[in-house]
């Protein structure tokens, strides 16, 4: 008998890649709440309020994700939420990454409905699932120490880390966030020492690495 999942998060800010997702995989798990985000944001709310949630289906390049931190940050803060990575990349370095970076499976957006199912029927028996045609290949040692680095902010710390990232100024952090210029300095501090940089230039540049590059299709 398969296992029908309570709740399943799904993160992608495509909203019509995200409906039809949605409605072809309520016909098999018709019994499961399905919890949307469109941005990482609404994701961290999600998974704030709804920690007993079975999978997150993560789609990789959904607004303020920078590449894999947003999936190092939720397997380090959510470690009991399996995240399977949706995406329209399919070429072996990224699922590598995926996969080493802690997801539990990795599927195409080109993949068949029926075999999304599959994968995830899979992911939530305790397998991992990525595509036939992955071939297998080592990291090099920088990637996996930015890894951990990043992994040992806090939310609080990511979430502005992520905002360095798209240039924002710390009055406009502050503002955001409803906190004090003098606390998003102290946060920098904090950051800039668990990456081993020395300001905001060299934070953004650390985690280039894990930056993915937009795929050269329509999706």
């Known amino acids: 008998m398969m296992f029908q999942p309570e709740k399943i998060i799904v993160a992608d800010d495509h909203p019509?890649?995200?409906?039809?997702?949605?409605?072809?995989?309520?016909?098999?798990?018709?019994?499961?709440?399905?919890?949307?985000?469109q941005t990482i944001e609404q994701l961290e709310q999600q998974l704030s309020n709804n920690t007993d949630s079975d999978l997150v289906l993560l789609d990789l390049n959904i607004p303020g994700?920078?590449?894999?931190?947003?999936?190092?940050?939720?397997?380090?803060h959510f470690p009991q939420i399996p995240v399977v990575m949706i995406s329209a990349h399919e070429d072996n370095d990224t699922i590598r990454k995926a996969m080493e970076y802690g997801a539990a499976g990795f599927v195409p957006k080109s993949t068949p409905v029926d075999t999304i199912i599959y994968a995830i029927q899979q992911i939530l028996a305790g397998e991992v699932w990525v595509p036939e045609s992955f071939s297998q290949a080592s990291?090099?040692?920088?990637?996996?120490?930015?890894a951990?680095?990043?992994?040992?902010?806090?939310?609080?710390?990511?979430?502005?880390?992520?905002?360095?990232?798209?240039?924002?100024?710390?009055?406009?952090?502050?503002?955001?966030?409803?906190?004090?210029?003098?606390?998003?300095?102290?946060?920098?501090?904090?950051?800039?020492?668990k990456l081993n940089v020395r300001n905001r230039t060299q934070a953004v540049i650390a985690i280039a690495p894990l930056n993915v590059a937009e795929p050269n299709i329509n999706h």
């Open 139 to 146: 990291k090099g040692d920088g990637e996996s120490n930015i």
């Open 65 to 76: 994700a920078h590449g894999f931190n947003t999936l190092i940050h939720v397997r380090n």
């Open 16 to 37: 019509l890649f995200r409906q039809a997702l949605l409605a072809a995989l309520d016909v098999k798990f018709n019994k499961t709440q399905w919890l949307e985000a």
């Open 148 to 193: 951990e680095r990043v992994a040992s902010l806090t939310q609080q710390q990511y979430r502005i880390l992520m905002m360095f990232a798209q240039g924002l100024l710390n009055k406009q952090i502050a503002y955001d966030l409803n906190v004090s210029e003098a606390t998003i300095k102290a946060h920098a501090t904090a950051i800039f020492r």
